[in-house]
């Protein structure tokens, strides 16, 4: 019986993995999930002239410290909540352009931007183990588009805008130094999340800000958003801010917001201000009418006084139509007064409760209304009310047995306006003519209105019409 022959078989050989990374030809760092840096390519430390002694086992924030002369800046502190985010998560994080510097071999900073990912590794528990930071030097492209920058700021600064960059995800929130100034913080005072300003937003506000923030996680791309809310300072006083945003999602489809604030306190105490004064000056406008009204009203009472006194019927008669006719104006003054605008006059509900005040609510007279829904400035409402007072006048005084009335006030083609009064009586004959007086003031308040008047006359009534410019010329 042959012996067995042993075969060896010699043992695979493990990968290098640490001459991998070093020999790859992109920039990359790995760090352990303390953010302490376990190595990095080749590529990694000719881009950043470091060398692996100077970083190997350092935290990242300790290996590449703030520049001093950009420290509490908001462009530096996004880095580690993008970390942060990743560990958190467990999921790769695309950051936007930041500017991180980095310390020169001989002393100082070299100014950067760069835009990292960050991609974790997991371990057997399904914990973060180690995290793979990518970045791209886009320090060029970035300078180029200084110029372009610039010339923004001096736009928004010119219109007192606050640029902003917010990431929902993260909370993280880059933004311009007047977006600090705007709720009360020293730069930088606010770090590089968004919390601490949400917290400033007012307590009424902030569930329809949140709200807006939500509604655009699903938004597709490029969408606008706008909306105002109130902020309470850290000096404590209320400011109103209106704010208008674009969704721009990353190429892994994560929401980020670009956008600028404006602060609208002093167009809001303008409107304030206005409406305080136009609602005081209806208020005056309103009492004005009012005392108007109570003064002819004591005019009115002081006629009538006087008329008792009075012998001659002639003398009565003028007595009455004088009363009459302040009793007209009275009525458009008292519905200024209880309408809610003190400026124009419901012509329609004005017009049929005149007329009817004046001949009154018997059966025997049937009285027709056919106007046009408008309203009229005092200065019109008043003239026209004076005339119809003038015609209905005549019809009750001097056309025994009237037993119709029309009164109509419509618009014209040309911007004008009609006003027509029609009488039909069916008593015995009488004077359908306007007396002297009648006609003179009602061509003169035609004339003040800049209209025509116009009668005609027969045996069964009259028929009168003013036209007129719907606006004062």
């Known amino acids: 019986m042959s012996s067995a022959t042993i075969v060896q078989v010699p043992m695979q050989a493990v990968p290098d993995f640490a001459a991998i990374l070093h020999g790859m030809p992109q920039p990359y760092l790995v760090l352990d999930a303390g953010l302490v840096i376990v190595d990095a390519s080749d590529a990694y430390l000719a881009l950043t002239s470091r060398t692996r002694d100077d970083i190997v086992g350092r935290g990242i924030l300790e290996a590449f410290p703030e520049n001093p002369d950009a420290m509490g800046t908001v462009e530096q502190g996004p880095l580690e909540v993008s970390l942060r985010h990743v560990l958190a998560t467990r999921k790769a994080h695309e950051m936007a ?20 990912v960050h991609t974790p590794v997991l371990g057997p528990d399904g914990e973060v183990k180690y995290i793979i930071q990518s970045p791209m030097d886009v320090t060029d492209s970035v300078l180029a588009a200084r110029e372009a920058d610039a010339r923004l700021r001096v736009a928004h600064h010119a219109a007192d805008l606050a640029s902003w960059e917010y990431e929902p995800e993260t909370d993280s929130w880059r933004r311009s130094s007047a977006v600090d100034r705007l709720f009360g913080f020293e730069p930088g005072q606010g770090g590089p999340v968004a919390a601490p300003f949400f917290a400033h937003m007012h307590p009424d506000d902030l569930t329809k800000v949140n709200q807006v923030v939500q509604s655009v996680m699903d938004s597709p791309d490029q969408t606008v958003m706008n909306f105002d809310f109130r902020i309470l300072r850290t000096s404590g006083d209320v400011r109103y801010v209106a704010s208008r945003g674009e969704v721009l999602r990353t190429s892994d489809g994560r929401v980020r917001i670009i956008g600028v604030m404006m602060d609208m306190t002093a167009d809001r105490e303008r409107e304030a201000a206005l409406a305080a004064s136009v609602e005081q000056k209806d208020l005056l406008l309103v009492e004005l009418n009012h005392r108007v009204k109570n003064t002819l009203q004591l ?17 009565i008669e003028a ?38 005040d004046i001949l009154g609510r018997s059966e ?18 008043i003239p026209v009310s004076v005339v119809v007072n003038e015609l209905l006048t005549v019809a009750v005084a001097r056309n025994a047995g009237v037993s119709r009335v029309a009164i109509s006030f419509k618009e014209m083609a040309g911007g004008k306006l009609e006003l027509e009064v029609e009488t039909t009586r069916s008593g015995p004959s009488a004077d359908s003519s306007l007396t002297e007086l009648a006609r003179k003031i009602v061509t003169t308040m035609a004339a003040q209105l800049g209209g025509d008047f116009d009668v005609e006359t027969s045996d069964t009534g009259f028929k009168a019409a003013l036209v007129f410019p719907a606006k004062e010329s």
């Open 299 to 315: 005019v009115v009472s002081t006629l009538r006084l006087q008329a008792r006194r009075l012998l001659f019927p002639i003398t």
């Open 97 to 116: 352009a930041i500017q991180y510097d980095i310390p020169r071999p001989g002393g100082g900073f070299q100014q950067k931007f760069w835009t990292p």
């Open 364 to 381: 025997d007279v049937q009285v027709l209304f056919d106007i046009d829904p408008m309203e009229l400035p005092t200065e019109r409402a």
């Open 319 to 356: 007595f009455e139509a004088a009363i009459s006719r302040v009793v007209a104006i009275i009525s458009v003054h008292e519905r200024l007064y209880r309408s809610e605008n003190a400026l124009l006059v419901d012509m329609a509900a004005h017009l049929r409760k005149l007329s009817l």
